[in-house]
């Protein structure tokens, strides 16, 4: 399979916790992008990191990258009942033209 | 104008039927894209359109015909369709040219039923 792989496929947390999610893929990268998803409804872009950037924010986001372990992972601070989702990361292979897209991981967040 | 849009919401059409699902966007973007999705599963690509013309075709079944008829305008003509093609269908656009590291706007897709 193209695609990377995201784990946890599942995540179920309490308001206010903290959501780790994280994404593995196969050979090098210009760039990293997560994507969020309502149920049913389209994606929606959330933060980008280059190949040559470690760690990036954005609000209570905030993302990783390593390069040599090719992985990254997504950190939801102090979640709210409006951060259900599924997230998924998405990449380019250097040279390539297609946006690949991980598994996603579904998020679940109790009131 | 920073949407992209998509006609119609849901669609349900029997096996001999043809019909068309529209995209939109006024952003002046110059890649399109057709995604199928499944549920549970990530968006696939199926086409992608740069400056109008056909660049990436994902061995896509001749059941499905995508049509760009300008740059703002996306169509996916549909005809003769099976039961395992009911999906979410996704349409989306980047500034262009077709770059695998740019970022995609979506719209709320198509929720497509074939019976």
């Known amino acids: 399979s193209q695609q990377g792989e995201e784990d946890p496929q599942a995540l179920s947390i309490q308001e206010g916790e903290n959501a780790t999610m994280n994404c593995s893929y196969k050979t090098s990268i210009n760039n990293l992008q997560w994507y969020r998803q309502n149920s049913g409804r389209g994606l929606v872009h959330l933060i980008l990191?280059?190949?040559?950037?470690r760690e990036k924010h954005s609000g209570r986001l905030r993302v990783t990258l390593d390069t040599s372990k090719k992985s990254s992972s997504l950190l939801i601070t102090a979640s709210r009942a409006a951060d259900t989702a599924s997230y998924f990361c998405?990449?380019?292979?250097?040279?390539?033209?297609?946006?690949?897209f991980g598994a996603g991981t579904r998020l679940f967040v109790k009131a | 104008d920073t949407e992209v849009t998509q006609t119609p919401k849901h669609l349900v059409m029997g096996m001999t039927n043809k019909k068309s699902l529209k995209c939109e966007q006024h952003m002046g973007h110059r890649a399109m894209y057709w995604y199928k999705q499944k549920a549970k599963k990530p968006p696939e690509l199926m086409f992608v359109?740069?400056?109008?013309?056909?660049?990436i075709n994902e061995s896509v079944p001749s059941r499905f015909s995508p049509e760009c008829p300008n740059s703002s305008l996306l169509n996916l003509h549909l005809h003769a369709l099976q039961p395992e093609d009911s999906a979410l269908y996704l349409c989306a656009s980047s500034p262009g040219p077709l770059s695998g590291t740019d970022t995609q706007y979506f719209g709320p897709g198509t929720r497509l039923t074939v019976l």
């Open positions: 998405a990449t380019a292979y250097t040279g390539g033209f297609k946006t690949i």
């Open positions: 359109y740069s400056y109008e013309k056909l660049s």
């Open positions: 990191i280059r190949s040559n950037e």
